[in-house]
């Protein structure tokens, strides 16, 4: 009895710490990463490599929500459309990163002049272009590198959609 507790211990301290500094698993809550991601999918979240390299261009995210109010939520999952330094931009509902088309979606809500991404920050983006389907930077700004929780590495459930993001 003395042995298994011992290792109940230790596997519960080993995966305790791998949670807090290595990964997490997560599930999506909400359709604005669609149709990358779907409402119920578990995602793997690589937090480790935050500490060597900061999050890229097209990389997804989990965050922490920087909004306020009653629809406020603890983590939101985002793709990363700037990094500091870059020039984002919709105009005539397309959405340019340093003057280039950046994806081939329309963009359904409004149009906003060019900014410029803030050293340390980023500007992040939902991938469901539909009109106020997605809760980003466009509505709470860019966000500093110390709300990013982690990169979404893998979808692990369901099994239909294992695999690499």
Do not use: C
């Amino acid at each position: 009895l003395r042995n298994w507790i011992i290792t109940a211990v230790i596997v519960f301290a080993v995966m305790s710490l791998l949670n807090i500094f290595v990964f997490n698993v997560s599930t999506v809550i909400g359709h604005s990463m669609q149709p990358t991601l779907y409402e119920g999918e578990k995602l793997v979240i690589n937090k480790i490599t935050l500490s060597f390299a900061a999050p890229g261009r097209g990389d997804v995210i989990v965050l922490h929500d920087p909004s306020t109010g009653p629809d406020r939520k603890e983590y939101l999952v985002k793709r990363v459309i700037g990094i500091p330094g870059d020039i984002i931009e919709v105009k005539e509902h397309q959405l340019y990163v340093n003057g280039e088309l950046a994806v081939d979606t329309e963009v359904e809500d409004s149009d906003f002049p060019a900014l410029t991404v803030e050293k340390g920050t980023y500007f992040v983006m939902g991938d469901n272009r539909h009109a106020g389907a997605s809760k980003d930077s466009r509505f709470f700004g860019s966000v500093p590198l110390s709300s990013i929780v982690g990169k979404a590495e893998y979808i692990w459930w369901p099994l239909s959609k294992l695999g690499a993001l």
